[in-house]
């Protein structure tokens, strides 16, 4: 059957791990995976503290959602459902990129003018064409231009939020690239989400001060609130899975087909919370994230938006010295441990406010988002 095969392959992922691990005495595979980075089993282990105690905000946004959708019974399809559906808006690229640049205009004038100047030019290759790779992503290079691809669409409010989030990457790389030297100029992969996700959030928050409508509100807030969910809620739940099925191979125990759905039926009854209805089918969903594959990655998504929202709150927030500090973590590239690059801007990853202050964010979007609907 595909599923056992499936199945051996993830364990086989998961032995593979281990066995690295313990060749090089780590204590086990997610202190190795964190070495790296120099980050402590206690970010991980906090992470999942935090979300753990967050999880009934996110089961009255499911019964928000049901209610809404006007449901007896919510399943794991219906939360891609629009809960603001046919809001109508045209952003041709160039309006596009007015738009973005508007919206981090609190990054200062060389920030912003770069920006519009390389978007208007011929750092992203924008629009759709045959053969042409989907998604988006943005390249940087050490003595060139960042390079962006993606498939614009001008009605798709989404594809204006990805540029964003793509130009906070190459504006990351450009910053890199002119303040250190080519060994340290590319940043890891633990701070890479942080200057992509505080795009999003100025963009955001810009849209919705300047909204006139509740159902524009309600749009935008949604969109919001699915973020998070997706980043912070969703992820801390795959880096949980993680954790538990390496901790049972480490302790000999095979994971055949029944002993992960198991697991991670578990995991879906927290998160999802009691008024969810559970398909039997999810419980394969832990066979297909490809991320399993390459494991203790997904946690970073998680710290990475959780350390976005709260270097936004304190930009826009904050005077010139926050802002100074907060180009200066762009400016750092790989120079310092990334804890000690975020640090530096002004949140402390190794303590929980940072994530328990993005819990509450969310919070107060989903009490907000109550009262639109």
């Known amino acids: 059957m595909p599923r056992h095969t499936l199945a051996a392959t993830l364990h086989g992922s998961v032995q593979r791990d281990v066995f690295y691990a313990q060749a090089r005495r780590y204590p086990s595979a997610l202190h190795a995976a964190l070495f790296p980075d120099q980050v402590p089993v206690t970010v991980y282990d906090n992470l999942i503290a935090a979300v ?7 089961h009255r946004y499911y019964d928000l959602r049901r209610r809404a959708l006007k449901l007896r019974q919510i399943h794991h399809y219906d939360t891609y459902v629009p809960l603001v559906p046919g809001l109508r808006t045209y952003y041709p690229w160039d309006k596009a990129v007015e738009l973005v640049v508007a919206a981090l205009a609190p990054l200062g004038s060389e920030y912003t003018s770069t920006l519009r100047q390389g978007l208007l030019a011929r750092w992203c290759d924008r629009y759709e064409n045959v053969g042409k790779q989907s998604g988006a992503f943005s390249a940087g290079t050490y003595d060139g231009a960042p390079y962006i691809l993606m498939n614009y669409q001008p009605r798709v409010l989404d594809h204006v939020f990805t540029l964003a989030h793509e130009a906070g ?11 250190q030297p080519f060994q340290y100029y590319d940043y890891s992969i633990f701070v890479a989400e942080v200057a992509s996700t505080f795009n999003e959030q100025l963009l955001s928050r810009y849209l919705l001060q300047r909204a006139t409508t509740d159902r524009q509100r309600a749009y935008l807030i949604t969109r919001e609130i699915d973020d998070i969910r997706a980043t912070i809620f969703r992820q801390t739940m795959f880096a949980e899975f993680e954790r538990q099925i390496h901790a049972l191979v480490e302790q000999h125990e095979p994971l055949t087909i029944e002993r992960l759905r198991s697991v991670y039926r578990e995991l879906l009854e927290a998160y999802f919370g009691p008024r969810f209805t559970l398909d039997e089918e999810l419980e394969l969903e832990c066979l297909r994230i490809p991320h399993f594959y390459r494991a203790f990655y997904v946690y970073k998504y998680a710290t990475g938006m959780s350390a976005a929202i709260a270097l936004a709150n304190r930009v826009l927030e ?55 609907l």
């Open 52 to 58: 753990r105690g967050a999880l009934d905000s996110l």
């Open 318 to 372: 904050g005077g010139q010295a926050e802002l100074d500090a907060y180009l200066g973590f762009l400016r750092g590239g790989s120079s310092r441990d990334p804890l000690d690059l975020l640090r530096d801007a002004g949140v402390d990853m190794e303590r929980p406010e940072p994530v328990q202050a993005a819990l509450e964010y969310f919070d107060r979007r989903v009490n907000e988002l109550a009262q639109l």
């Open 169 to 179: 990457h190459s504006m990351h790389s450009w910053y890199s690239a002119r303040s």
